[in-house]
């Protein structure tokens, strides 16, 4: 009797590994109900927005949540669906405003034209003060 | 680590770097979150708690992976700070409700269509679990919901393993019995 028990719980044990690995395998009657519970636990998934919210809380950057594509028969779950769903990035602005760029102008113009006057003046004050001593 | 390798990764391999790598301990976490809130949710049977608990359980995995040192296997470690945070869980709500009130807490259901089908079925299983002795929820959550090997469960019951396979195999027994009495209640 007890022998019989360890052989069914052997038996039992490797049904469910094998099961797990590949649910087309027929269950010995015996083994029906436990085939039935893990299949029932197949179906247990988390809410797909409490695990995105999780995510977000542990830090999990959506990039870096890829595809179980072999457990998903290449489908998206919408979990994943949102998480690879692209944010929108701000871009720096790479463009220098029409107004800015005028403005930029106008005060470089006038440091020149200040420029110019000065060396105007620099190179002819000399000679202007030199003519009272004539 | 990019993207693409880490698939073929083991997951002893990704904890060891999860603490430095992000790539890595989100691979980790889209591996095991399923696995984590299916154990949970057979030890608390109420969604809004396992939701609660596994969020705990990854937040607690994040704070200490870095001192996962590599030896054993991955998913036993994190199942073993699941199952202690389940317990601190009992723990705090021993002190709030009586064991009848405890009992008596109806099991939530998840709202996704997928297991509208399997309502009532699911249902019964979560309330037949409550009845069941402690070592029987324990080898089923372990075992079955959490997908664990008979190894990592004797490792986490500190059991033999010819114990956890006997044990499973009385608990899936009364399990069934229980469903049974359960249908037959709800029928009468």
Known sequence: MMNDDFHSADNLDAFVDAYRHDPTVPPPPESQFAADLIDLTGTLEPDPDFAAQLAQRLHIQPGHLTPDRR?????LSHEEHLMLMPKPVQQPPTRIPWTLAAALVAVLSAIFQAAGGYLIVLVCWPRVREKPGK | MDDDSLSKVSDEQLARVASSDHAAFAELY???LSRIYRYVLARVGSVHDAQDLTAQTFEALLHSIGSYRGTGSFAAWLT???RNIVANYYRSRRSELSLDELLDTPAALPST???VSHRLQLASVLSAIKNLSLEHVEVLSLRIFGQLSTTETALIMARSEAAVK???H???RDLKKQVGVNVVEEVE
């Open chain 2, 80 to 82: 073993v700070i699941a």
């Open chain 2, 170 to 172: 009385r608990a899936l």
């Open chain 2, 30 to 32: 889209r591996r095991h």
């Open chain 1, 71 to 75: 457990s998903m028969n290449g489908k």
């Open chain 2, 166 to 168: 006997m044990l499973l």
């Open chain 2, 113 to 115: 269509d997928e297991i």
